[in-house]
């Protein structure tokens, strides 16, 4: 059972004993309250009974009441239209970073996609030349087996052989030192994909963050009130 307080008050002279759960100051501060309101009117017409200026004191109390208890509605409604204008707002923010993740997302895969197909290219690539690189070897040994029972003109047919496989050799690690560029740039771009990705879900966390402390802030505020 809670405890009730009684205190001894002195209100427009009279003196009340009041008894109630609040603190002793508080109860003061009421009857001081009151007490002001009923000595105001006193002064504006000191012809006025008490009993007139007790109901007067009261209507203007009560009409004070009812003007703090509007104002109080109309903050609660203008919290609640922030609030509102709040959430919307961060929900769209959110929208809008979740589907520039789920975009990054896509070209991620896109781009491993596609550095797969370079690397299968290159695979492809170097064992065409390695077995260019061989057949060409061969013929070169078979021809200088027969150089010497061969006329000029197998001599120069050997050196032919042997320009057009240093120059394919040549073009072919050309491709290949083209292609290793290529996956370069690649892996750099797919680095720098990564690093907004990360970036963007920090940014994700951090709006959610300050999102539930807005909300948090604004639900004690109206709970508060």
């Not at 000191?46 to 109901?55: E, F």
């Not at 996956?183 to 970036?199: G, H, M, P, R, S």
């Not at 940014?203 to 807005?214: A, C, D, I």
Request: aromatic share 8%.
């Amino acid at each position: 059972m809670t405890n009730r307080n009684k205190t001894e008050v002195y209100i427009y002279g009279s003196k009340y004993t009041i008894s109630g759960a609040e603190s002793e100051e508080y109860m003061h501060k009421l009857s001081l309250y009151v007490d002001k309101k009923m000595r105001e009117f006193s002064e504006v017409n000191n012809a006025l009974s008490s009993g007139m200026i007790s109901v007067l004191a009261s209507i203007n109390i009560a009409d004070d009441y009812f003007k703090t208890l509007g104002k109080l509605q109309n903050i609660t409604e203008n919290q609640n239209t922030k609030a509102e204008l709040i959430e919307k707002e961060y929900k769209q923010k959110i929208e809008e970073l979740t589907l520039e993740i789920q975009k990054f997302k896509s070209d991620a895969v896109i781009m491993e996609e596609a550095m797969t197909s370079q690397t299968n290219d290159l695979e492809v690539l170097k064992y065409e030349y390695e077995k260019k690189e061989k057949s060409l070897k061969d013929q070169i040994e078979l021809l200088m087996v027969e150089a010497d029972y061969k006329d000029e003109a197998i001599a120069n047919q050997l050196e032919e052989l042997s320009n057009e496989h240093t120059q394919n050799r040549e073009e072919l690690k050309e491709q290949i030192f083209k292609l290793k560029d290529d996956n370069a740039a690649k892996e750099q771009t797919i680095a720098d994909l990564t690093k907004k990705f990360e970036q963007l879900e920090s940014e994700y966390k951090e709006m959610e963050e300050l999102y539930q402390e807005e909300y948090n802030r604004i639900k004690n505020e109206k709970t508060s009130l």
